[in-house]
């Protein structure tokens, strides 16, 4: 089992793919908690480049709670992660985590339940775009 799915697409620059996926993550009830430019935050802590790269932390916030109920400690893995990188020119993947894969180690019925209802959000996110 992979521990995210992906999703290519075209588009003219990184700020149009992040206003499609911002939209996509509204629609299907997800909040944008964070957004790190990773390749301005490791130009200028370390010297390096990237590709262009951002990382959202999205959270629906039922389901974050539904999944706080079950385990306490599933806050560590809050919130889903979904990444936009440019791989070629005007070429670019979406990538979000698969929470079902990232539950496994937590054996919780009603955890599972929780992380599959967030895979299939985050997959009809990606579907949309």
């Known amino acids: 089992m992979s521990y ?3 999703k290519t697409i075209e588009a003219g620059d990184i700020e149009a793919v992040l206003e499609r996926v911002r ?3 509204q629609e299907h009830g997800f909040g944008i908690l964070t957004e790190i ?4 935050t490791l130009k200028e802590k370390i010297s390096v480049d990237i590709r262009p790269c951002r990382n959202l932390g999205a959270c629906n916030p039922s389901l974050a709670h539904k999944a706080l109920q079950a385990e ?11 990444i936009i990188q440019q791989v ?3 070429v670019f ?3 979000a985590v698969d929470p079902v894969a990232s ?6 019925e009603a955890l599972a339940e929780v992380a599959a209802s ?4 985050l997959k009809a996110v990606t579907a949309a775009l």
């Open 93 to 95: 993947e979406v990538a």
């Open 4 to 6: 995210y799915f992906a």
């Open 72 to 82: 306490d400690k599933i806050g560590t893995m809050l919130p889903c992660n979904v």
């Open 88 to 90: 070629a020119p005007e």
């Open 37 to 40: 430019d990773l390749q301005t």
């Open 103 to 108: 539950v496994q180690a937590v054996e919780d």
């Open 23 to 25: 939209a996509a993550l």
């Open 118 to 121: 967030v895979t299939n959000k």
